[in-house]
């Protein structure tokens, strides 16, 4: 797999589930500050970066298992938590879940939630990410089109994708209420 | 007041854009490495934006497409919510949307019990049987369904007085639509699961046999090898184990041991600490492509994850890594093994 490819796949496996684990650290963790969490969701990209990808049959569970074990780590050098808690850790419940129909409908959310973001975007940074994400055109072609420089095109982006970072890092408020698996089983009871 | 700091995000973005557009030049790679080199948060931090912006792609097919079957960006909500509104109406008829269809599927399995039953076939002694890597959900005349797991084997039996499954062996999730006056029954080895209307698994594959509920009450009997008949009730997230040594036991089960046990449904196999030797067996019964444990150190070792019951060779080489361990392809079978000095 070349680099777009790799960060195909992180896109489309781990980057939804990104807001699901953070929910899932806040109510797990709770000696973890949120800067602890930025550290920890950063430092899980990097790992995961090394994996080989044609080998992870299901991303879920290895995205929290990498979690988890980062978890452990910094637990054993007592950097985020105390020692007392690595027990914790070792019981910590991964939610095991497959994309159902309640992550799909999530997914969608996503996108609207994506179109949102670039509606809420000021106008000219609006104009430039539209432009390049929905017309395809280079960022050259977007500096001749709105008569700026390439660099402000650059910043304008930037600014867009900053946005969409921080949305991906806030959307367990939503999605983290209740650990998935919990939902399943009232789809589906029988009883009435 | 001074402008805000660059956070580390806001300069992976600029980062990310950057990478998406022409080559670096000389200057601008020394640049990027020195802040990769800065901070171990900084390669994960650039990592995910770079995917994040390549994932912005899909606003451009999406919007290139209008007429197609994928929403337009502009749509999209308006799309969503008349999905919603018909997936809580009924199962919709056709559609070429994969998305809208596992919704609809959804809304159906959940009408199954309600009622539906109007269908009036009287089963009598029917068998079902799954191959080894297959799960197969059976609808009942009455509205119950049985979820078969791997290699499991199920005789249904409908009477007038009850409704009768015996469960040959394997693994079943049995989802019981409600009747007073017709019990369900699930005979396994002899002890009898007596319901009304509930959702319980029954698990004949081990020596002993598991009776897990996760809604309603079920009686589990043990005629008893003594001939001392043995009878409990079993409500939600209880768990009945019978052995022949030690009669009916009955425990409280978390609603996470519960997923994890019944992951098999979803066609996954999901283990918390277990043993590798158990893990193995597991998945194992749904493979015929098997997996040996050479070394006896590792069979102890506890394993983690979720893995795809089906797939014995992904569960051997995330194991394998997990444990610094090697997995080896020899003919039909997957060994792992301690991994070599090097």
Redesign the interface.
Known sequence: LDD?AR??W???H??PL?GEVRGWLRRHVHSLTAADA??L?????????DADFA????A???L??TI?NLLLEDARRAKIVPMERLGEI?AL??????P??ER??T???E??R??AI?EGLPAQCQRAFRLQ????L??REIATEMNISEKTV??H???A??R???T?ARQDTESGANPP??N??D?????? | MTPNPPTIDSVAAEWAVRLSADPLSVEEQQALDEWLNADTRHRGALIRARAAWVDLDRLAALSAHPSASAPTVAASSALSAACEARRLESPPVASSSRRFFLAAGLAAISLTGTGVAAWRFRRRGDIYETAVGEIRRIPLSDGSAILLDTDTRAEVRFAKADRTVELVRGQGLFEVAKDAVRPFIVLARGISVRAVGTVFAVRAVDQDVKVTVTEGVVEVADPGTSGSAALERVGADERAVVSASQGIRVQRVSAAQIDRNLAWRDGMLSFDGDTLSDAVKEINRHNTRQILIDDPALAGRPVVGVFRATNAEGFAETVAAALGAESAVEGDTLHLRARNAR
Do not use: M
């Open positions: 777009l960060h195909r992180i896109a489309t781990i980057l990104e930025d550290d969701v950063q430092e899980c990209y990097s790992r995961l970066w080998h992870i049959a299901n879920r569970g290895y929290y298992a988890r070792e419940r991964i939610p095991t879940d497959e159902g129909p799909l409908v997914a969608r959310q996108l609207e994506l179109v670039v994400k929905f017309h395809g280079s960022q650059e910043k982006l930037a600014t994708l900053l969409v970072l921080d991906l698996s919990d399943r089983y789809t589906q009871s029988t009883h009435d």
